[in-house]
């Protein structure tokens, strides 16, 4: 008797669907490459960043039967956030402000129970102030190179003029011969730098801070009881959200509903950098200006001077006191925008550069130019307070680590305060190069400074600045030495003990030899921040003694050492010889890398590349730093997943690889906890703790992973000794999530499933790992097995905590490390005391 439609309807359900998600690492991956089909179609997203499937799997939902016992494979391509279009270029020109960026999310974690909110709060306004300083750097080696070395010193000099018919106009008696009006002609280029760091931030912050997280906290929401608009110190503290109650939960900062949405700050950040470059601009013209009033006894004139002298220290406390005044809103998203301050302030600074520029415009007949513009005191007054900073920031992070210490963190805390350096650094030698290059092309070939020169040339400071850039060299080129020595010592051990982790393979020296070198090479990632504290302790104190140099003396390192003993003189004057050379080559080297990448995109990747470890976090300290890319990615991947789910009921998988396993835990943490219990996380080659948990610890340390760990349905990780990259997230809970190290390569030598030579994979290739399929198919029998009604919990991994069981093959090693790192690890935190 055939089937009633009835009985047709009473057929069980096919089981809900599975998913994975895949997000791939640096360097971008094409839809094809991940999915393993060329024959792919876009399911969400545009042109920057979207989802894409197999074309046959682009009705599953429709048909889940066509996939029972195994999942659909999605990926998520987010490479062209960082190396889109040719624009992308221009953000070579803003890698001193990304540095500085980053040593606002170096800092320590705070321990539970015991928030520090006045030095949390300390350390975020000196690195502010800090990524200041840099902003008016840059423009202030613009005024330098186009009011002092153009508008001042070449078009004041005929010998400078005559060989430049270009410059003849500013020099031939007219009206534009006068240096007021010089000056205020010069002032449109610094002004138009400044406009373009503007429209530059301001553009990407439209694309980029303001995508809306997920409706609905991820994890309590303090809004309801917070007051309207909270203190911003108890928003940055420890990394967790403060609790109705008024203590500290165990969230951490990245599962923060308004962790990826800086909207607000960067608005306000924004305008204050732009009316500090406007201001700059306008105090390069009007110093000069009303110094020569007072000296020429003109009482309208001075008093004019003075006023406009006043209203520049004005605009200057009120810039000031706009980037100190305010922190990240993290615990909600803030929606608001302070439209005073972005209005306002920027309009004022505007207006006032155009009333400066009319009183320097004003004729002034018998005027002059001659020697320097008045820029040594102000490059000097910069390089001192951002020494000064640097060493007050130093001492609030070791202060904030005394209180948590953590063995895992980089330089013992001082990994902030260590970027802190380069970032001021990078900023002093592409300002000086600039302008040592200009008054090299302007000087003909002779040196700006010494006797027998055309000009004067830049503040005796950037000469000291680039006299000091061939010992610091020297210096680096004998830390690479000693750290490329310790590494053979350590390949010469290994390859010792290679051989024996595969059962039944004749050992091979050359073989060994090769493997271990990928193994030493990799470990020499855990040696990197002695080298970044070396040279970061080695450039302030050769800095320290440029700015002393230059002070003390006056003159340029070559005229400073005349008369010396012959040996010191000599050595003077080739430092100062070889650091200008490398610093115009360095400068002509950024510029051709710059054009390169405008017009190639495969260069325009590689600049990607820098800006996919660089832009991970968000613009806290400089807005005119490169965007944060993961404040649209983490919005994206959280969307669909909790989309997906929900609309499915299905389970899913993310899998990670490199940076996008970062992407993968901070778009989990976003999470709504009941949809975080039905996600998986597979990563692997994973930065997490090796990288990011080591210079990011109050983020990324043991407390926050840990809590990630247990908050989440299961979550394993794959690592191999030879990836420089890679590593344990958890060592201090063996098994529980690590496994590995991973056999590379697969294969000793060759045997009958491996008849030729396994390649050494380091970073790559993962999925080509037996331990891969397994965990992934543990994982997605868990979600599975959870979703049955009364089932029993399926314990984390293929065979439980210890990890899956490989077997082992003659030339094959053993899985012997699978309960984690094989050296002693750090305590871990309590969870959540790190944010």
């Known amino acids: 008797m055939p089937d009633s439609p009835a009985a047709a309807t009473r057929q069980p359900p096919a089981p809900p669907l599975a998913l994975e998600l895949l997000v791939h690492g640096v360097g971008g991956a094409t839809p094809g490459d991940l999915l393993g089909d060329p024959r792919t179609v876009r399911v969400t997203g545009d042109s920057t960043a979207a989802v894409f499937r197999r074309t046959d799997d682009a009705d599953a939902e429709a048909h889940p039967e066509r996939y029972a016992g195994r999942p659909v494979p999605e990926a998520y391509c987010w490479s062209r956030l960082t190396s889109g279009n040719g624009t992308r270029a221009l953000w070579l020109l803003l890698l001193p402000f990304m540095v500085v960026n980053l040593a606002h999310w170096a800092r320590p974690a705070v321990p539970a129970g015991r928030p520090a909110p006045c030095a949390v709060r300390t350390y975020g306004v000196l690195v502010r102030i800090l990524a200041l300083s840099l902003t008016v750097l840059l423009v202030a080696a613009a005024c330098e190179v186009a009011l002092d070395l153009v508008a001042w010193q070449c078009a004041g000099s005929g010998g400078c003029t005559a060989s430049r018919p270009w410059l003849s106009f500013l020099a031939d008696g007219g009206w534009w011969a006068q240096p007021g009006r010089r000056l205020v002609l010069g002032a449109l280029v610094p002004a138009a730098l400044t406009v373009l760091l503007w429209y530059l931030s301001n553009r990407t912050w439209s694309a980029y801070e303001s995508q809306p997280p997920p409706e609905g906290p991820a994890a309590p929401d303090p809004a309801a009881t917070a007051p309207a608009d909270p203190d911003p110190a108890a928003q940055d503290v420890a990394g967790r959200d403060p609790a109705p109650d008024g203590s500290r939960d165990a969230v951490p900062a990245l599962g923060r509903p308004g962790f ?224 490329a020595g310790r590494g053979a010592r350590v390949r010469w051990r290994l390859a010792e003990t290679v051989a024996a982790e595969y059962p039944g393979a004749q050992p091979d020296r050359a073989r060994s030899r090769s493997i271990a070198g990928a193994r030493a090479a990799a470990a020499l990632t855990d040696a990197a921040p002695w080298f970044v504290g070396a040279v970061s302790g080695i450039t302030l104190l050769l800095g320290a003694g440029a700015l002393a140099g230059a002070w003390l003396s006056g003159k340029v390192p070559g005229e400073a050492a005349r008369g010396t003993p012959a040996l010191l003189e000599a050595a003077a004057r080739a430092a100062q010889d070889a650091g200008s050379w490398l610093i115009g080559f360095g400068f002509l080297l950024f510029v051709a890398w710059g054009r390169r990448a405008y017009r190639d995109p495969a260069a325009r990747r590689t600049v990607g590349i820098l800006w996919d470890v660089g832009t991970f976090w968000p613009r806290a300290a400089h807005p005119f730093a490169p965007p944060c890319y993961a404040e649209r990615a983490v919005p994206d991947l959280t969307w669909r997943m909790s989309g997906w789910t929900g609309s499915t009921g299905g389970r899913l998988v993310i899998s990670g690889h490199s940076q996008g396993s970062v992407l993968a835990a901070a778009a989990v943490w976003q999470l709504p906890p009941p949809v975080r219990r039905r996600v998986a996380l597979l990563t692997y080659g994973s930065p997490l703790s090796r990288l990011y948990g080591r210079w990011f610890p109050a983020h990324f340390g043991p407390g926050p992973l840990t809590v990630l760990h247990r908050e989440v349905d299961c979550w394993r990780n794959l690592w191999r000794a030879s990836d420089p990259i890679g590593g344990p997230v958890l060592p201090g809970l063996p098994g529980a999530v690590d496994h590995g190290p991973l056999a590379d390569p697969v294969a000793y030598g060759r045997s009958a499933r491996h008849p030729l030579p396994a390649p050494l994979l380091g970073h790559s290739d993962y999925q080509a790992d037996p331990a891969f399929a397994a965990e992934r198919q543990s994982l997605f029998a868990r979600l599975e097995a959870a979703a049955q009604p009364g089932a029993a919990e399926v314990p984390c991994g293929p065979d439980g905590p210890e990890g899956p069981d490989v077997p082992e093959e003659p030339g094959l090693p053993g899985q012997r490390f699978s309960k984690g790192h094989p050296q002693q690890a750090a305590p871990a935190d309590p969870p959540g005391t790190a944010g």
Do not use: N
């Open 260 to 483: 990826w949405y800086g909207r607000r700050l960067v608005a306000r950040l924004r305008a204050a950098h732009t009316a500090a470059g406007l201001l700059t601009v306008a105090a390069a013209v009007a110093v000069p200006t009303a110094r020569h009033d007072r000296r020429a006894g003109a009482p309208v004139l001075e008093v004019l001077g003075w006023a406009v002298e006043a209203l520049l220290a004005a605009g200057a406390l009120a810039v000031v006191w706009v980037v100190c005044r305010r922190g990240r809103t993290e615990a909600r998203p803030d929606h608001r925008l302070d439209r005073a301050a972005v209005t306002l302030l920027p309009g004022a600074a505007l207006a006032l550069l155009g009333a400066v520029l009319l009183y320097a415009g004003w004729s002034r007949p018998g005027w002059t130019s001659a020697g320097r513009l008045p820029g040594d005191f102000a490059f000097g007054a910069l390089m001192l307070g951002q020494g000064l900073g640097v060493l007050a920031l130093a001492a609030v992070a070791a202060h904030l680590h005394r209180r948590a210490p953590d063995p895992a963190a980089a330089l013992h805390g001082l990994g902030g305060p260590a970027i802190a350096v380069l970032g001021c650094a990078l900023g002093g030698v592409m300002s000086g190069g600039v302008a040592q290059r200009v008054a090299d092309w302007l000087d003909k070939g002779a040196t700006p400074g010494m006797p027998g020169a055309l000009l004067p040339g830049p503040p005796v400071l950037l000469s000291w600045q680039a006299a000091v850039l061939p010992p610091l060299l020297l210096v680096l080129a004998l830390l690479a030495a000693w750290f």
